[in-house]
């Protein structure tokens, strides 16, 4: 778990762009992120991205496949 300022310096494993590099974390901009404590939201507070178990895993399966496209930029 992080601080959402810390958790926008670390990659996600499923956001790249273009040239296939990894992005950083949206943190609660992303559908994915969840608060420590729902009541505490903000830069300070702590949250972890709720994808870390079953999206991850069929992001790895997914990339098996190299000829799918990466998420794209928005
Ligand atoms: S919350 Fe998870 S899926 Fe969303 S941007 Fe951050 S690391 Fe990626």
Known sequence: MHPESDAKFKYCPLLK????????????GCMFWRWENPAKTGADE??????AGPA???????????????????
């Open 46 to 51: 702590r949250g972890y991205c709720g994808a």
């Open 17 to 28: 762009t273009r040239d296939d590099k990894l992005k950083f974390c949206l943190g609660s």
């Open 56 to 74: 991850i895993a069929a992001a790895l399966l997914r990339g098996a496949d190299d000829d799918q496209k990466p998420i794209e930029d928005y």
